[in-house]
């Protein structure tokens, strides 16, 4: 084995002999992630021999990952499995994450006081960031919670406390539901409705519950207050759909009347019903 000096060796190892060039080159077909990787590697390398990275070597910006949502033939059937399952937790949590696109600690976190049913709404109380918030429910929502509700009062005395517990999701053993026991509960909905695990998430009925919004014609303002977003930033991501999602909202919109024959033919009750469909859109401000 030859041997070298230090100074010899800090010369030959110079990034600025061409070297770094033909390394780079050598790397074209990776990833992105792995070019990283290999940068950040002969960056440590480079240092320690007392050398820095060129400037004019940049690290590739990794590509934006978007949101995994179920299509409609495996929400069918994951609300099918939902409804078959012997666990009576299956149908609500999965209609409540589908039409309120909670947070799953915050699902678990919700209190039955939380709850006004007959407003269809429920006050979710330090969310992501300690915001408060109002989600929006669904006729669906409204019976698959008082179907629980029976299973909730019996499993309620089965408090090993001896007190009665506030929350609205109680396991078989009357404790308060926690993240990793609803992601075991839809690890067995995957398995039922035949969809990989990998595919299937409580974060995946949020996203599927924020795209579907966005699908039909929702703006981002209102999706970024339901699903609790500090930022529009965060939301935006979700304007990321596929080109069959796009095609489908291009030809709704176009195969739509225009808004100025709508406006003429409307009659004095029709004007009333646009009202109370306006107090409805309100409620989410």
Not at 25 to 52: D, Q, V, Y
Not at 162 to 176: H, N, T
Request: glycine share 6%; with cysteine.
């Amino acid at each position: 084995m030859q041997s070298i000096s230090v100074e010899e060796f800090h010369s030959v190892a110079d990034p600025g002999g061409g070297r770094m060039d033909a390394w780079m080159n050598s790397l074209g077909e990776l990833r992105p992630s792995s070019l990283n990787a290999r940068i950040a590697a002969i960056s440590h390398l480079l240092r320690w021999f007392g050398h820095t990275v060129p400037d004019w070597i940049q690290r590739p910006s990794r590509r934006k990952t978007l949101p995994r949502t179920l299509g409609r033939s495996e929400l069918s059937r994951l609300r099918r499995a939902a409804g078959n399952s012997e666990d009576p937790l299956s149908s609500p949590v999965v209609t409540i994450l589908l039409d309120t696109g909670l947070r799953v600690s915050e699902l678990c976190g919700l209190d039955i006081e939380d709850l006004d049913l007959e407003d269809l709404s429920a006050l979710v109380i330090g969310g992501k960031g300690e915001k408060d918030r109002t989600v929006l429910f669904t006729e669906a929502t409204v019976k698959a919670v008082e179907a629980w509700m029976p299973i909730r009062r019996f499993r309620n005395k089965l408090s090993s406390e001896g007190k009665e517990e506030r929350a609205l999701l109680l396991s078989s053993r009357g404790r308060r539901m926690n993240p990793r026991s609803v992601q075991k509960l839809v690890d067995k909905l995957a398995e039922a409705s035949d969809i990989p695990k990998s595919r299937l998430s409580p974060h995946t009925l949020r996203h599927t519950f924020a795209t579907g919004l966005l699908e039909r014609g929702a703006d981002l303002v209102t999706i970024q207050r339901l699903l609790g977003h500090s930022s529009i930033a965060t939301t935006r991501v979700y304007l990321e759909i596929g080109d069959q999602t796009l095609r489908e909202i291009y030809h709704r919109a176009q195969n739509s009347p225009p808004l100025t024959e709508l406006l003429g033919e409307m009659t004095d009750e029709t004007v009333d019903d646009e009202y109370d469909s306006q107090e409805v859109l309100q409620r989410v401000d």
